[in-house]
């Protein structure tokens, strides 16, 4: 484990002397046909195993058209695979793939965003190796896979369909020539992010990091995920979140049978517009901005029958302007209440700047928020660097993290002096 204490910023900083990134308009290797069938992906899953290296994958959503999170095409290239493009949808189980890369690293842009979408096809890695993760371990102030490319390769990638629809089908040429780009220099890009890493001795925490990110278990559901309705705030009565509450889970549950985007149906600022003018008729309903839209409109019955349940409800059974305790959330939103968990965590918090910035290592990734906040919270009774290495370890610190925190961490909060007694 690497434990030292100080790092040298990237090395890798543009300079006015520094060239013009070449355009990467097509994939180096063309853009090769779509595959959509099971006898597809076992010739596939051949070519992989004949590879040799790790591979580069990559996976396209259709978030903001989609109920669902599911991979609508899968990426992949290998040294001596070439490139693939993958149809999830039309291919079905993806697992062939999977059987064909034990044991093979995978190389993945921001991985959390990807690993949950493939493991529901059936793809789940046994080794990663995440170069935006990377790139923030190395202290790169802004890991876009474009701008990283831009940076280290030298080679600017034809962007421009991140938000796009993926579920289109057939895919235009150009959303291929897109997706086959994302892995095309993706290997390339891992090694240069490997050399920066080695070259500021922080390899190993690098990689304590991406096996967290393989490991991860799949968060557990929000209490009340109508809450994080947009615009809620400006509802101040608790009728009013009844009726947030009645509108989005009605729409909640059609966009699921449809596949749909839930604000496709009804935007959330219309949600929260009917619950402000709490609307006692379907008439009144209609002359809230928004209900006739063509797609809110077409279920117009739907949302009214949503809103009379609302306005149905007895007092007692409304729902309290104030969320619940979530008993996954941790202490943060009570902090303020008590001077010295403020204090504590002021001092904890300072420490953990002052080294991310040491380290050229982004807070969030020096050390898990959850962590520092339950030194704040609730301390060891015996504060000391072993007890709070346990305590960091307990809410998921890794190894090297401890090795950085432990110490400063525990002399902050020996010199902590309560309020009561300054």
């Not at 595959?35 to 990559?58: C, N, Q, W, Y």
């Not at 876009?144 to 289109?168: I, Q």
């Not at 615009?231 to 549950?253: F, H, T």
């Not at 520092?372 to 919270?377: D, E, K, N, Q, T």
Request: a neutral charge; one cysteine or more.
């Amino acid at each position: 484990m690497n434990d030292r204490t100080a790092a040298e910023g990237p090395t890798t900083d543009a300079s006015p002397d520094t060239p013009e990134p070449t355009p990467l308009l097509e994939p180096r290797g063309g853009v090769p046909e779509v595959i959509k069938s099971p006898s597809g992906i076992r010739e596939l899953a051949d070519r992989l195993a004949a590879g040799t290296g790790p591979v580069a994958i990559d996976a396209e959503r259709a978030s903001g058209f989609r109920y669902s999170a599911r991979a609508q095409l899968v990426q992949l290239n290998r040294s001596g695979a070439g490139i693939a493009l993958v149809d999830p949808i039309a291919a079905g189980d993806l697992s062939p793939l999977n059987d064909a890369l034990r044991g093979v690293e995978w190389v993945v842009h921001a991985a959390v965003a990807d690993l949950t979408c493939l493991a529901e096809v059936g793809m789940r890695p046994d080794s990663l190796f995440d170069t935006e993760l990377g790139g923030r371990i190395a202290g790169f102030e802004r890991v876009s896979l474009g701008l990283m490319t831009e940076r280290l390769l030298g080679v600017r990638l034809a962007k421009g369909h991140s938000a796009a629809d993926w579920s289109l089908r057939p895919l235009p040429r150009d959303y291929l020539v897109y997706a086959a780009l994302d892995v095309d220099v993706l290997l390339e890009l891992r090694d240069e992010v490997e050399r920066e890493l080695i070259a500021q001795q922080k390899l190993d925490w690098a990689h304590q990091e991406f096996e967290a990110v393989r490991v991860a278990p799949v968060p557990p559901p929000r209490p009340d995920p109508w809450r994080r309705t947009s615009g809620i705030q400006k509802v101040r009565d608790r009728r009013g979140m009844a009726i947030v509450q009645a509108l989005w889970e009605s729409r909640d549950e059609l966009a699921r049978q449809k596949d749909l985007a839930p604000g496709k149906l009804l935007p959330d600022r219309v949600i929260v517009a009917a619950a402000i003018g709490g609307p006692t008729t379907l008439q009144q309903m209609l002359e809230i901005n928004g209900f006739t839209r063509r797609a809110a409109i077409r279920h117009r019955q739907r949302w009214w029958t949503a809103i009379q349940r609302a306005h149905a409800l007895p007092e007692r059974s409304l729902p309290r302007k104030a969320p619940p305790h979530d008993p996954n959330a941790g202490p943060s939103r009570h902090m303020g209440k008590d001077n010295d968990v403020a204090d504590r965590y002021a001092l904890a918090r300072t420490v953990v700047l002052e080294l991310s910035e040491a380290l050229s290592i982004p807070p969030e990734n020096l050390v898990p928020p959850a962590a520092v906040r339950s030194l704040a919270w609730a301390p060891p009774n015996v504060v000391g660097p072993d007890s709070v290495a346990q305590q960091l370890a307990a809410h998921g610190a890794r190894p090297w993290q401890i090795a950085q925190l432990s110490k400063p961490l525990a002399g902050a909060l020996r010199a902590f002096t309560p309020r009561d007694a300054r």
